[in-house]
């Protein structure tokens, strides 16, 4: 088992540039997060979906859009980047109970 | 507000000797405890989880206490090794799993 992977790794983007993140995960969670993490801060939640096809606004959605067409598969887009969207993203997959989740390697992202 | 505070924030022994890491929380309501080590570059693994009504709990050399009445949870770690050097994560769960309060972590290093 793979786990949970993301694409690409690095990223740098010019402002005004888009670009899609994506995560996959191959151990059926029904469960799928976006998270950012930013230096002396605790990670954040971007978007998160409870099942194929669903999608639901986290604690800093804006700026981001996100897609769950396959159960295994959950992208993350930045429609036009800005420089506060530097960030290093992590993707998380979980079961229905949630009890634990298991996160990818991270995207490290700069945008100028 | 929901935070959770750790400390220090950064922390350096020598191998072989003890630590302790400890995070105070303010989240309500409050379902479970959780501490992750983070690798550099990569994503947050879970070392121990814990509810209300656990006071602590083993993984190898890691310890991990609670004490839901001061709202307070510390980890401790046995005989460290140069593979512990990391940032390890204290997370919250306000009682759903898109409800995950992150601390900003503590980084540990381990000097021969």
């Known amino acids: 088992n793979a786990g949970v992977t993301q694409t690409p790794k690095f990223r740098v983007l010019k402002t005004g540039q888009s670009m899609t993140l994506l995560c996959a995960q191959d151990?059926?969670?029904?469960?799928m997060y976006w998270y950012r993490q930013d230096p002396g801060m605790g990670l954040r939640l971007i978007h998160y979906?409870?099942?194929?096809?669903?999608?639901a606004k986290g604690e800093v959605p804006d700026g981001y859009n996100v897609s769950r067409l396959k159960k295994q598969n959950f992208l993350l887009g930045l429609e036009s980047a800005a420089p506060s969207q530097t960030s290093v993203y992590f993707c998380?997959?979980?079961?229905?109970?949630?009890?634990?989740?298991?996160f990818g390697p991270g995207t490290r992202l700069t945008v100028l | 507000k929901n935070q959770v505070e750790q400390s220090p924030q950064s922390l350096i022994i020598l191998e072989g000797k003890n630590c302790t890491l400890q995070?105070?929380?303010?989240?309500?309501?409050?379902?479970?405890l959780r501490w992750y080590k983070q690798d550099t570059g990569r994503g947050p693994v879970s070392l121990t989880i814990?509810?209300?009504?656990?006071n602590t709990k083993s993984n190898g050399r890691y310890t991990a206490t609670l004490d839901a009445d001061t709202k307070q949870s510390s980890l401790h770690i046995t005989a460290s090794q140069l593979s512990d050097s990391a940032s390890y994560i204290c997370?919250?769960?306000?009682?759903?799993?898109?409800?995950?309060?992150f601390g900003a972590g503590t980084r540990l290093a381990v000097h021969p």
């Open positions: 998380a997959s979980s079961s229905i109970r949630g009890n634990e989740q298991f």
């Open positions: 814990m509810t209300f009504s656990e």
């Open positions: 997370v919250v769960s306000a009682g759903g799993y898109n409800k995950l309060i």
């Open positions: 979906s409870v099942g194929e096809g669903t999608t």
């Open positions: 995070c105070n929380y303010t989240v309500s309501p409050f379902s479970n």
């Open positions: 151990m059926n969670h029904e469960y």
